[in-house]
């Protein structure tokens, strides 16, 4: 028995607005001072014929000398990426340096010049690969460079075209190793050696989806949190985004939604385990609704969901018993059968493909939903950590498993949700940079 699927249009169902974030620079830009303080202070002592003092000030700059070289020695070349090849959508995570020295500038070699400028002049490559300006991190400092995180993304079937922009733009004059996870980074890795001549070091998907988000969170101390769930989810006046402190995260089930789905327990950032998933997930929801309404993309079919009603299709307890199942708890809105109406002719002919899109949302989003909240129970953790491109735009799932997850636990688990959704295994592939050598 499931939930039905409920409609949430209100003003405070909204999504996360945009953010100004801010990363380490200002740490940076802390560290500096010192050095001012400890200059002035010297002269001081100078005056005053210090010696200690004197040998105490150049051992520090020494040491901050070297670290400073040391962390220049280590950094890897320009450009930065981390792919995340999966079986429906490509992620990219590009880091734009924004502190580029004159003499930087002028060492330049033009294709790194032509990859930067038609990475962030564009906000659409083509028809399909879009930039998420709403989700960058405009000034973040990562390896001693200050810069801009950007998030881009395309269907994993344009790969070759990007495999060929990539070739077109001489990226393996700058780069012969690119960091990648997902399947597609052993699926496509003699494509990307043969029509890029790149050389893919491929990292363990689930090792950089817990690096990427605990970065993530990290990095983001400006404005609203990266995390947020919602409060009153199926009532249109009530609802509401909220923000949520993960900054003591530990223990959390993260269900990732991708083209299918995996449920992950984290007990510390080195501490993890899979616990069990499922296929029917993100792809599974899209391929029926290409099968049952004719659509062709996530975004159609989505809007399609939006505007059905998933009960003309599901069969209710109440379809059974003419109420609720008071015996055990059961309400009458609850989905006895997803599609259990549609084995009726009369049931088939009065349905809209609206109605079919909203049904097979429900029937995904129910499934995982009750999957998650059984690895919670036997797991014995009560914060649930959503993320995945399945979420993307779909805020009718999010609310519905905040929902299921609130009503069918008795307010013992909360799903909680990330606003860079997708893109958390490409950010920790970018992470893993300084090892590719």
């Not at 991190?137 to 001693?144: A, E, K, S, Y």
């Not at 993304?153 to 922009?165: I, S």
């Not at 549609?342 to 049931?347: A, D, P, Q, R």
């Not at 909240?373 to 914060?383: D, F, H, K, V």
Request: glycine share 10%; net charge negative; aromatic share 10%.
């Amino acid at each position: 028995m499931e939930l039905n699927g409920y409609h949430c249009d209100g003003e405070g169902c909204g999504e996360a607005e945009d953010e100004d974030t801010t990363g380490p620079m200002q740490i940076r830009s802390v560290a500096e001072a010192p050095c001012s303080f400890a200059a002035a202070a010297s002269m001081e002592k100078a005056a005053a014929g210090g010696p200690a003092h004197r040998e105490r000030r150049i051992s520090n700059s020494t040491s901050a000398r070297q670290r400073t070289d040391s962390l220049r020695k280590n950094r890897p070349p320009f450009p930065w990426f981390g792919m995340d090849i999966g079986g429906t959508l490509v992620k990219l995570v590009y880091f734009e340096p924004k502190d580029i020295t004159t003499e930087e500038e002028q060492e330049e070699v033009e294709s790194l010049k032509s990859i930067r400028r038609y990475l962030t002049s564009h906000t659409a490559y083509g028809k399909t690969g879009i930039r998420d300006v709403h989700l960058e991190l405009p000034d973040l400092t990562l390896w001693g460079r200050r810069g801009c995180m950007h998030f881009i993304r395309f269907p994993t079937q344009e790969l070759p075209a990007f495999l060929q922009m990539g070739r077109d733009k001489h990226f393996s004059s700058l780069h012969t190793t690119l960091c990648a996870t997902g399947g597609g980074a052993y699926k496509f890795e003699a494509d990307f050696r043969t029509m890029a001549n790149l050389q893919l070091l491929k990292l363990d998907e689930l090792d950089c989806l817990i690096k990427g988000v605990l970065y993530i969170d990290s990095v983001v101390s400006v404005g609203p949190p990266e995390c947020y769930y919602y409060e009153n989810p199926t009532d249109p006046e009530r609802c509401q985004q909220k923000a949520y402190n993960l900054e003591n995260p530990y223990p959390l089930l993260l269900v990732n939604i991708g083209s299918g789905v995996s449920i992950l327990a984290v007990y510390s950032k080195d501490n993890y385990k899979r616990v069990t998933g499922t296929s029917l997930g993100g792809g599974t929801f899209l391929g029926l609704c290409c099968l049952l309404t004719g659509c062709s993309t996530f975004e159609e079919a989505l809007e399609m969901a939006s505007k059905g009603e998933s009960t003309r299709v599901d069969k209710l307890v109440r379809d059974i018993y003419g109420g609720d199942y008071e015996r055990f708890g059961l309400p009458g809105w609850a989905v006895a059968s997803s599609f259990g109406n549609m084995m009726c002719k009369e049931k088939r002919d009065s349905v809209s493909k609206e109605d079919l899109a909203r049904a097979t949302l429900v029937t995904i989003t129910n499934n995982i939903g009750s999957i998650t909240r059984m690895c919670a129970l036997n797991e014995n953790i009560e914060r649930v950590v959503f993320v995945g491109n399945f979420l993307r735009v779909n805020t009718l799932s999010m609310k519905l498993l905040a929902y299921a997850l609130d009503y069918w636990s008795k307010g013992q688990l909360k799903a909680l949700f990330l606003r860079h959704e997708g893109y958390f295994g490409a950010v920790g592939a970018l992470l893993e940079l300084t090892n590719s050598s």
